[in-house]
């Protein structure tokens, strides 16, 4: 089945694309430029200029590191580079959705524009964030990621930059690439083959390339490996095993009791009762993919070229976590004979205390870990689709235009197994005095004897388990049409003034259809979530020129004067305008320097107004209970809450918010100020130092940054019971946090700012295999200086603070210094290379926000890690290469963490976790 499904989707995009150059296009606008100089086009400016003088700074990544790396997604090679902060991974499991995706400077993914050839792709999620998975590594010619942020150029939503990939269009032959990748243990293979296939036709005048690649990963689970096998958790002043309070025995929290597996109950203990979740969870995802992709272009005429693209991709993320967490709840038949005559006495005395019968039902708020209903799966089914049809051509010698239309779709099912229906589990809880039947015995009810492991019959599982489906619709299409030109050269300058100016209709839609379990919130464990449909378009005329000042004079070798502009009508919030500015100014040919400012106008996506309510459950603090109460919070407004402060011990590290979409959320503004230099002080040698500083004003966030945000600010900061920060909580009778409401608003501000260091030295060495052979070092760097957070714009002196820390509040490791470098040595056929990763020590976030003295944290901060990857390549033939490489080879491991981790006792999109993995790939071109 898997090779019909690749036999016709390969027939297909010939098919497709040739249709798409020969169908006439309809108008439109370009993202690149005709041929104003003979330069490359670097991304973040349509006007081609070398790649030293972009007006941002600028980092490309080419075909060579891919191959060398051994990295089969794309997104692994993004995820080192210093500009970006590991986002959704291989290892994202929970949370996680089965993406893979890019996040420059740490702004969100969403702020971040991914774009294939210059032009925008296939969207993967209702924020409109690209699925790198989709991305056919093989047929990549180089990355270009530009840091400064670029809306006026491409859009609104480039608020933190823009990721391009130049794909490979102009193939000849047939050749074939395939990689295996596998761990030091043995497991989590890796392992891909791809097809590419090309030539030219029409005497030359035409080329089509078609590109199929089929890719396995195999699953790696937290229990495999020894620093994730156990959840963490801290007590008494150092890291234990830990893990949930809902556990197989069943815990009762208003009685704080559990049961054995004969019904006798008897006290929990805390934290050694503590379910163990972690050996369940997928500590690396399996993936199956399938992608094809086709390029053609045919000059029509010597003025006239019509081209195509066709891109379909297929790809299969599981997630895999514990059995379900049943949190929830019931009614109990205090004469059940499923637990003792003891606790049977506990709860009649309740009843008793309430001037109840005591025979009454009572109502116990319980977490019963579901193990005889297996683990939690989920499956995400993502078929994306892509067609673009365009034509450029020279209309004289100095103008030139690009017309395209584009049309991308993808459909995702989600499949959830191994749930449990809330409202089936309350009905079979409630049973008869006998025990052998329900009070309620619709729908087939079975008795569900939750009180002691091991005690849940089949027939019961196969009544309250259920399945859930939902299903997400993504629509894209783009009109665009640009021109370009030049309008003659300045007195004072040789150099024309280069402009280019067009327009674009873009037009973005989705739907998420959840199915009446998760529509109705009835299942446990999971997610509930309402539909989310929504749609906008956008209207936008853009313009861009650069203007050549002065060239040749004393102390000024050029300079030169850059402009962009985009006025965008959005449907749902109206008009808004983004412009950049930037100058070049080189005093000596060695030496040029950069300065650019941009402001920028994003306009919220579909899942930021549309998206239905839905359940999460992040980590999170609770100021009100023990160990978590400092001077800082307000005892009385925890009682006038529902209870008092430090008297109970937070159930979970974990704390359920509600999310949800916001219709009347405004744009968010943002300033970017960059200024750079670059030298170049011998041939092979360059050097760029580059400045960015970024502030987003009404940000778009959840209501105060985070359930974690919502907490502090409530008990700790604003400590006004009528404030949204304390309305939106609400608590259990035990004094647990039940939910916080944290739906989408405008907040406060984002700062970030930081300085780039790149340095490449390139030269030629008079000893090899021929004779002689050529060294290549790169190093990238950034230093983040500050990464602050204001999340309320009424509370200008309450800012969180996220340089050099990761928790609760800040999240992902932010690190001050992120560097690394590789060193290449070719020589013939052979090439030695290595890369060295170092990323910086970071804190917990609480110390410097909550001026929590680090003495009083088990583990105050995560040390620094260096990461080593290795490298052999080999030209066995002409045709034939073959690549061999360690990544991890120092098999670094990460710091272990307890309650401030994300998931597997650690960040795993930001540490390696697997040890050394091993690579070998060849490729083979036939002639």
């Excluded at 749609?535 to 002065?550: G, K, M, Q, R």
């Excluded at 710091?895 to 540490?911: H, I, K, R, V």
Aim: charge should be negative.
């Amino acid at each position: 089945m898997k090779k019909n499904l690749l036999s016709v989707a390969v027939k297909g995009a010939i098919g497709l694309t040739a249709a798409a150059v020969l169908v006439p296009a309809m108008p439109a606008f370009a993202q690149e430029d005709a041929k104003l100089v003979e330069e490359v086009i670097v991304t973040g400016s349509r006007i081609k200029r070398q790649d030293l003088e972009s007006v941002s700074p600028f980092t490309s990544i080419g075909q060579e590191e891919f191959k060398i790396s051994g990295n089969l997604n794309v997104e692994q090679k993004l995820a080192e580079l210093p500009q970006t902060l590991p986002s959704f991974g291989p290892s994202s499991n929970n949370p996680g959705d089965g993406t893979a995706r890019v996040d420059l400077r740490g702004l969100g993914s969403y702020r971040t524009v991914v774009l294939v050839n210059g032009r925008r792709y296939i969207p993967a999620t209702q924020t409109g964030v690209v699925d790198l998975n989709t991305i056919p590594g093989t047929l990549i010619k180089n990355v270009d990621v530009v840091t400064g942020g670029a809306s006026a150029v491409y859009g609104s939503d480039a608020l933190a930059g823009v990721v391009n990939f130049q794909m490979v269009d102009d193939f000849e032959g047939v050749q074939i690439t395939s990689l295996y990748d596998v761990t030091g243990e043995g497991d989590g293979a890796k392992s891909n083959i791809d097809i590419t296939m090309g030539g030219n036709f029409a005497d030359g005048r035409g080329n089509a390339v078609v590109y199929a690649s089929w890719s396995d990963r195999e699953s790696v689970f937290q229990g495999d490996r020894d620093f994730s096998n156990v959840a963490l958790t801290e007590s008494g002043g150092e890291l234990v095993p830990g893990g949930s309070s809902g556990i197989p025995g069943t815990r009762v929290f208003d009685t704080n009791t559990t049961f054995n597996s004969d019904g006798t109950s008897r006290a929990f203990q805390d934290p050694a009762d503590r379910f163990n979740y972690a050996p369940d969870n997928y500590l690396q995802l399996p993936q199956e993919r399938f992608l094809v992709s086709s390029f053609a272009h045919y000059d029509i005429s010597d003025k006239l070229t019509a081209y195509g693209e066709m891109a379909f991709a297929h790809n299969e993320v599981p997630q895999e976590l514990a059995p379900t967490p049943a949190f929830t709840t019931v009614s109990v038949n205090p004469n059940t004979p499923f637990f003792d005559a003891a606790y049977q006495d506990t709860l009649r005395q309740m009843n008793i205390d309430a001037g109840l019968d005591p025979n009454a039902p009572v109502d116990l708020f319980v977490g019963r870990r579901m193990v005889e209903n297996g683990p939690r799966q989920s499956l995400d089914t993502r078929d994306g689709f892509r067609i673009l049809a365009g034509f450029r051509g020279d209309i004289n010698d100095d103008w030139s235009y690009d017309t395209y239309y584009s049309y991308a779709n993808l459909e995702n099912t989600n499949l959830l197994n191994n749930d449990v229906a809330a409202s089936r589990f309350r009905q079979a809880i409630l049973v008869n005095d006998a025990g052998t039947a329900c009070q309620d015995t619709s729908n087939g009810c079975v008795p569900l004897n939750i009180w002691g492991e091991g005690n849940i019959s089949q027939e019961a599982v196969n009544f309250v388990n259920v399945g859930a489906t939902n299903v997400t619709s993504i629509t894209q299409e783009v009109l665009s049409a640009s021109m370009s030109g030049v309008l003659g050269a300045l007195p004072t300058s040789d150099e024309p003034v280069a402009v280019v100016f067009g327009l674009e209709h873009r037009n973005d839609e989705s739907t998420y259809r959840p199915d009446s379990f998760l529509s109705a919130g009835d299942v446990l464990g999971f997610n509930a979530g309402k539909a989310t449909v929504g749609s906008y378009s956008a209207d936008e005329v853009f313009s861009e020129v650069n203007v050549p000042l002065l060239q040749g004079k004393p102390g000024v070798e050029s300079l030169s004067l850059w402009g962009a502009v985009r006025y965008s009508d959005y449907s749902n919030i109206g008009g808004v305008t983004s412009f950049a500015t930037a100058m070049n100014y080189s005093p000596i040919e060695m030496l040029k320097i950069r300065a650019g400012y941009q402001q920028a106008v994003r306009a919220p996506n579909v899942s930021e107004l549309f998206l239905g309510q839905s359940n999460g459950f992040p980590s999170a603090d609770d100021p009100c209970a023990a160990g978590n109460v400092t001077t800082d919070t307000d005892t009385a407004l925890c009682a006038a809450t529902g209870v008092t402060a430090g008297s109970f011990t937070q159930a979970n590290s974990q704390i359920e918010g509600m999310f949800g979409g916001n219709p009347d959320l405004q744009e968010e503004t943002s300033n970017t100020f960059t200024f750079g230099v670059v030298v170049e002080p011998m041939d092979g040698l360059d050097i760029a130092v580059d400045y960015y500083n970024i502030e987003i004003e009404d940000a778009i966030d959840v209501l105060g940054g985070g359930v974690n945000n919502v907490l502090d600010l409530c008990y700790n900061v604003v400590k006004d019971i009528n404030s949204p920060f304390c309305k939106a909580i609400s608590r259990r009778s035990d004094g647990n946090v039940r939910i916080v409401n944290v739906l989408n608003e405008n907040i406060g501000l984002i700062e970030t700012n930081g300085i780039d260091l790149n340095v490449n030295y390139g030269t030629d060495l008079a000893f090899g295999i021929d004779g002689g052979s050529y060294l290549s070092v790169g190093f990238s760097s950034t230093f983040l200086l500050d990464y602050d957070q204001t999340p309320i714009a009424d509370l200008p002196d309450r800012v969180n603070y996220c340089a050099g820390n990761f928790g609760n509040t800040c999240g992902s490791p932010r690190q001050e210094v992120n560097w690394n470098s590789r060193i290449t040595w070719s020589s013939g056929p052979l090439t030695l290379s290595a890369l060295v990763r170092y990323l910086g020590e970071t804190n917990d976030d609480v110390i410097e926000n909550n001026d929590v003295a680090a003495s009083d944290l088990v583990v105050p901060s995560l040390d620094a890690e260096t990461y080593l990857d290795l490298s052999v390549g080999y030209a066995m033939t002409e045709n034939l290469d073959l690549n061999f490489g360690i990544k991890n080879a120092l098999d670094t491991e990460p710091t272990p963490l307890g309650d401030a981790q994300e998931q597997a006792n650690t960040f795993p999109s930001t540490y390696d976790l697997l040890g050394p993995r091993y690579f070998l790939s060849a490729s083979y071109k036939f002639d």
